[in-house]
């Protein structure tokens, strides 16, 4: 059987910064400060459920970190809205932020648009938790619009003028597409792809794989966005597609009649899992 492994597979930039930072809060305090994340980390279970083993705690609400009185609060690669930035602050907490700097810098940018009352209009799902943090840095005036209903259904007041980003995870042509459909409203729309450059590769690439392969693995979380989308685009390309977190949810006796098989992974896939999935595969048949 001829396997071929996607090279754009696994960690990102933003994920593997945020997973470092961790463990080396672990490493640094030694026990002196309990750590905590703002929600996971990464949406990895088998990276939570290793941390959590190494005492981090998850915690999910601002409820939960208005109760802390010390600790090490580390803000997930997904970013979180301003208020929590403010809580941390408020309380004397330790922050470490491991916010990815693609997210960083779309925060950043809606900031800046509503500050110049521009309506922001996010691109994604919202309930991502990227998306969510995004909304608590663009203020009232917002929209979240992830699916073709929605953008034709979408208004602007007279006279108002607009923003659009997106999540860094969206499916490039899909965020393309819902643009043009506003952009033929003819409001006064300024338009920023923010879906990061990792992405939009690891897209593209699952794509071609998938174009050529009998069948297709797409390796992570089941919480994972990116790895979500990832499956839909190799889905469209090979019917015979399977979703999996670990080597365990794989069946391999349904690839038995496959002679070629490719392999993708989501941006939150730690590379030995990719590997295990690779060997398993190269190796049974």
């Keep these: 059987m001829k396997v071929k492994v996607a090279k754009s597979a696994g960690f990102c930039f933003g994920v593997k910064r945020?997973?470092?930072?961790?463990?080396?809060?672990?490493?640094?305090?030694?026990?002196?400060?309990?750590?905590?994340?703002?929600?996971?980390?990464?949406?990895?279970?088998?990276?939570?459920?290793?941390?959590?083993?190494?005492?981090?705690?998850?915690?999910?609400?601002?409820?939960?970190?208005?109760q802390l009185s010390e600790g090490v609060i580390i803000i997930r690669s997904h970013g979180v809205e301003k208020e929590i930035y403010d809580i941390v602050e408020k309380k004397g907490l330790t922050l470490v932020d491991a916010t990815c700097?693609?997210?960083?810098?779309?925060?950043?940018?809606?900031?800046?648009?509503?500050?110049?009352?521009?309506?922001?209009?996010?691109?994604?799902?919202?309930?991502?938790?990227?998306?969510?943090?995004?909304?608590g840095w663009a203020g009232d005036d917002k929209s979240v619009i992830s699916t073709e209903e929605e953008a034709k259904e979408f208004t602007?007041?007279?006279?108002?003028?607009?923003?659009?980003?997106?999540?860094?995870?969206?499916?490039?042509n899909k965020f393309k597409y819902l643009v043009e459909i506003i952009s033929k409203k003819g409001y006064d729309i300024s338009v920023l792809d923010t879906i990061c450059n990792a992405t939009h590769e690891r897209q593209a690439e699952?794509?071609?794989?998938?174009k050529e392969v009998d069948a297709m693995i797409v390796i992570g979380g089941r919480h994972s966005s990116n790895t979500q989308k990832l499956y839909e685009i190799c889905r469209q390309e090979c019917n015979n597609t399977y979703y999996i977190q670990t080597l365990e949810d794989l069946d391999l006796s349904e690839l038995k009649e496959n002679s070629y098989v490719g392999i993708t992974a989501g941006a939150s896939t730690p590379n030995n899992i990719i590997e295990e999935v690779h060997t398993n595969v190269r190796t049974e048949f």
């Design 101 to 135: 700097p693609f997210v960083r810098k779309i925060h950043k940018i809606v900031e800046n648009e509503k500050n110049k009352n521009r309506h922001i209009i996010i691109i994604g799902n919202e309930n991502h938790p990227e998306v969510e943090g995004i909304k």
């Design 206 to 210: 699952a794509k071609e794989i998938a």
């Design 18 to 66: 945020a997973v470092e930072q961790v463990y080396e809060q672990i490493e640094i305090n030694n026990g002196l400060k309990k750590i905590y994340t703002y929600g996971p980390i990464i949406h990895n279970e088998e990276v939570v459920n290793d941390l959590a083993e190494k005492g981090v705690t998850v915690i999910d609400s601002k409820e939960e970190l208005e």
């Design 156 to 172: 602007l007041p007279a006279g108002k003028s607009a923003c659009i980003v997106s999540q860094t995870t969206f499916n490039y």
